[in-house]
């Protein structure tokens, strides 16, 4: 048996973070434990606890972090020449684009349920969708109601929920999804 790695043998959060997102997605919050991710890492628990001091802030911290990738991705869909109604199609191929090609994050992000981590996961989710709510008013062509961005996000939703686990990436979905996005701004510019 080799020895363990100690925390500064390149065990960096970034690492953790994968070797913990993995686990999370197969076996469910309730079943990771922080020795089961040093173990997996091979190093021991104590390390880990030196970036993160237990497995709710580990699992905060994937969550937190998936959704600032999602809302860069967003950002960059609305930058570039083209019409608002354009920029708008962008943004919600990539909201779909991101789900289907991160299948593990986007169910950790959206679909993954647990009241010990709920309100930490929460209050990322909740900064995320202020940020599409606000980029769909700003890029639509009437004013909306919350509840039409509120279906709009339902509708992206259901559509990567939908295709997740049956299709291995986005391209795979890629004429649908089209279909799918002109639909939802065909219904909010109409």
């Avoid at 925390?7 to 309730?30: C, D, N, P």
């Avoid at 039409?148 to 299709?167: E, K, M, T």
Wanted: net charge positive.
């Amino acid at each position: 048996m080799s020895p363990r790695k100690t925390t500064s043998q390149e065990l960096t959060r970034e690492s953790i973070l994968q070797k913990a997102r993995t686990q999370f997605v197969k076996q469910g919050f309730h079943h990771v434990s922080m020795r089961s991710i040093a173990k997996q890492l091979d190093c021991s628990h104590g390390a880990i606890y030196y970036h993160f001091k237990n497995k709710a802030e580990l699992f905060y911290a994937i969550v937190e972090d998936d959704f600032s990738k999602l809302n860069n991705l967003l950002d960059e869909s609305i930058q570039g020449p083209e019409d608002n109604s354009i920029k708008l199609y962008n943004v919600f191929i990539r909201f779909i684009e991101f789900g289907l090609n991160h299948q593990s994050q986007y169910e950790i992000m959206f679909m993954v349920r647990n009241t010990e981590v709920d309100s930490l996961s929460q209050a990322a989710a909740n900064l995320s969708y202020q940020k599409f709510a606000q980029t769909v008013q700003s890029l639509s062509e009437k004013k909306h109601e919350i509840i039409d961005i509120w279906s709009a996000f339902i509708a992206l939703h259901g559509f990567v929920s939908h295709y997740r686990g049956y299709v291995k990436n986005f391209d795979e979905a890629k004429p649908a999804a089209k279909l799918h996005v002109n639909f939802i701004v065909k219904g909010l510019n109409g």
